[in-house]
Nanobody, 121 residues
Framework: QVRLVESGGGLVEAGGSLRLSCAASGSILSINAMGWHRQAPGKQRELVALFSRSGSTNYADSVTGRFNISRDNAKRTVYLQMNSLKPGNTAVYYC???????????????WGQGTQVTVSS
């Protein structure tokens, strides 16, 4: 069984920073891309940032220059450093990972349970 567990969300004032973490555990053969999505109330889930296995990164236009995604393969963990936060960044943030499950030898995308980020004005 594969699990993704997020941490680091919370309440912060506009202009502040937060760092999210997401650790993968369980029957993992290998991990390809890892990333972060978010869903604000009444809106669809959207991509925030993606970190490929090769090391390339991709960001939503709205967070480029303010957010930074990083990854520690040894710890099977992906991070999202969020700076200069705005009230519009308020959402539930979900990590996801493309994983080969060693118990099934199947590859699929797994999701964390989500962590709330609230930015006050």
């Amino acid at each position: 069984q594969v699990r993704l567990v997020e941490s680091g969300g919370g309440l912060v004032e506009a202009g502040g920073s937060l760092r999210l973490s997401c650790a993968a555990s369980g029957s993992i053969l290998s991990i390809n891309a890892m990333g972060w999505h978010r869903q604000a109330p009444g809106k669809q889930r959207e991509l925030v940032a993606l970190f490929s296995r090769s090391g390339s990164t991709n960001y939503a236009d709205s967070v480029t220059g303010r957010f930074n995604i990083s990854r520690d393969n040894a710890k099977r963990t992906v991070y999202l450093q969020m700076n200069s936060l705005k009230p519009g960044n308020t959402a539930v943030y979900y990590c996801n990972a493309d994983i080969y499950d060693s118990s099934t030898y199947h590859r699929r995308t797994y999701w964390g349970q989500g962590t709330q980020v609230t930015v006050s004005s």
